[in-house]
């Protein structure tokens, strides 16, 4: 199974995002999947979760409100929308799948694949 994020960039405070994270492998078409990122010096962590139907969500309070995720299990595909975005949102931002599970994970144990992660940088 591979994870491929795309969609990153370097944009203005206030500005938008949409991040996609395409997964080859059956496996992960109906698992939870989750976005994290880590900030220099920061530790990993998690943004927004998805279960493997799509039926229920979760997201970090500090994105709460801006950020919204959502998937085409037809494509196997998540996105993130990142909106208003801050300077604190400036990481490296990861799409991660379960193995074989629907319920979401709240924190990076639960996941057992990983993408390469996409740099997002918001300015002042």
């Known amino acids: 199974v591979q994870l491929v994020e795309s969609g990153g960039g370097l944009v203005q405070a206030g500005d938008s995002l949409r991040l996609s994270c395409a997964a080859s492998g059956r496996t992960t078409s109906r698992s939870a999947r989750a976005w994290f990122r880590q900030a220099p010096g920061k530790e990993r962590e998690i943004v927004a979760a998805?279960?493997?139907?799509?039926?229920?969500?979760s997201y970090a309070d500090s994105v709460k409100g801006r950020f919204t995720i959502a998937r085409d299990n037809a494509k196997n595909t998540v996105f993130l929308r990142m909106n208003s975005l801050k300077p604190e949102d400036t990481a490296v931002y990861y799409c991660?799948?379960?193995?074989?599970?629907?319920?979401?994970?709240?924190?990076?144990?639960?996941?057992?694949?990983w993408g390469q992660g996409t740099q997002v940088t918001v300015s002042a």
């Open positions: 991660a799948a379960r193995f074989n599970r629907d319920a979401m994970a709240l924190t990076s144990t639960g996941y057992y694949y």
């Open positions: 998805i279960s493997g139907s799509g039926d229920s969500t």
